[in-house]
C-alpha cells in the first residue's frame, strides 16, 4: 500500500512534466533570453519566493553564482530570502508583505531580472516585489501555478509567465524545480557552447 503510493507520486509528477514541456518550452525559453540579455549587459538577477519558493530562489541563485553541471564565470543573482535581518527588519517596521519589495527597490536596477516564485501566484509579498521590479525598468519572471492568481494582471507584455498547468502544490514545485534547471542550462549554452556537461 505505501509502495504505491510512493509510485503514484513519481507517475504522477512524471506525467505532468510530460504534459507541460510542451505548453513551457516557449515561455521558458523566452525567460532564458531575458536571463542572457541581463547578465551579459552587467546586470544581476533578484529571485524570492515563500517557504519552498524560497528555496527554489537560493537553489537558482546558487547555481547562477557557483555553476550549473559546466565551469563558467560567475554570473550575479541574490537570493532575497537569505538576509535575516533585513527580512525581520522589515517585517517588523513595515509589515511581511514589504520583506522583498523594499529589497527591490534597494538594489535593482534597469536591465535587471526579478525571478518571483509563487506557487499560488496570489503571495501579497511576491506581488508586491513585482510592482518594485516595474518601478525600477526590471524584467520579470513569473513562476507560478493554478493558473497563475493575481499574478497574471501584475505582470507586463515584457515580462515572461511560467504557469504549471496544475492545482497541488508538491506538483507545481516539482515543475518549478526543472524549471529552473532548464534556465540554468540554457545559460550555460548560449554562453559556453552547445555542448553536453562532464558527467
Given amino acids: 500500500m505505501l509502495e504505491q503510493r510512493i509510485q503514484q507520486h513519481f507517475i504522477d509528477s512524471a506525467d ?17 533570453q ?7 549587459s552587467g546586470g544581476k538577477v533578484l529571485s524570492c519566493g515563500n517557504g519552498g519558493s524560497a528555496a527554489d530562489a537560493q537553489h537558482f541563485s ?10 563558467r564565470p560567475e554570473l550575479a543573482a541574490i537570493a532575497l530570502t537569505t538576509d535575516t535581518s ?21 538594489l535593482g536596477q ?6 518571483a516564485i509563487s506557487t499560488s501566484g496570489n503571495s501579497a509579498n511576491i506581488l508586491a516585489a513585482i510592482e518594485a521590479a516595474h518601478e525600477r525598468e526590471m524584467v520579470v519572471i513569473g513562476l507560478s501555478g493554478r493558473g497563475g492568481g493575481k499574478m497574471v494582471q501584475a505582470l507586463r507584455d515584457t515580462d515572461v509567465h511560467i504557469c504549471v498547468p496544475h492545482e497541488r502544490t508538491a506538483r ?5 524545480l526543472l524549471t529552473l534547471h532548464c534556465l540554468c ?11 553536453e556537461p562532464n558527467p
Avoid: M
Fill in 62 to 71: 546558487a547555481e547562477f553564482v557557483g555553476r550549473f553541471e559546466r565551469e
Fill in 185 to 195: 542550462d540554457a545559460v550555460d549554452a548560449l554562453l559556453l557552447g552547445d555542448q
Fill in 86 to 106: 533585513a527580512l525581520t527588519a522589515i517585517a517588523n517596521d513595515y509589515g511581511f508583505n514589504f520583506i522583498f519589495s523594499r529589497q527591490v527597490r534597494a
Fill in 110 to 115: 534597469p536591465g535587471d531580472v526579478l525571478l
Fill in 34 to 40: 531575458a536571463l542572457l540579455a541581463c547578465v551579459t
Fill in 16 to 32: 505532468l512534466k510530460y504534459h507541460a514541456a510542451p505548453l513551457l518550452s516557449k515561455p521558458i525559453a523566452d525567460a532564458v
Fill in 172 to 176: 507545481i514545485q516539482e515543475v518549478h
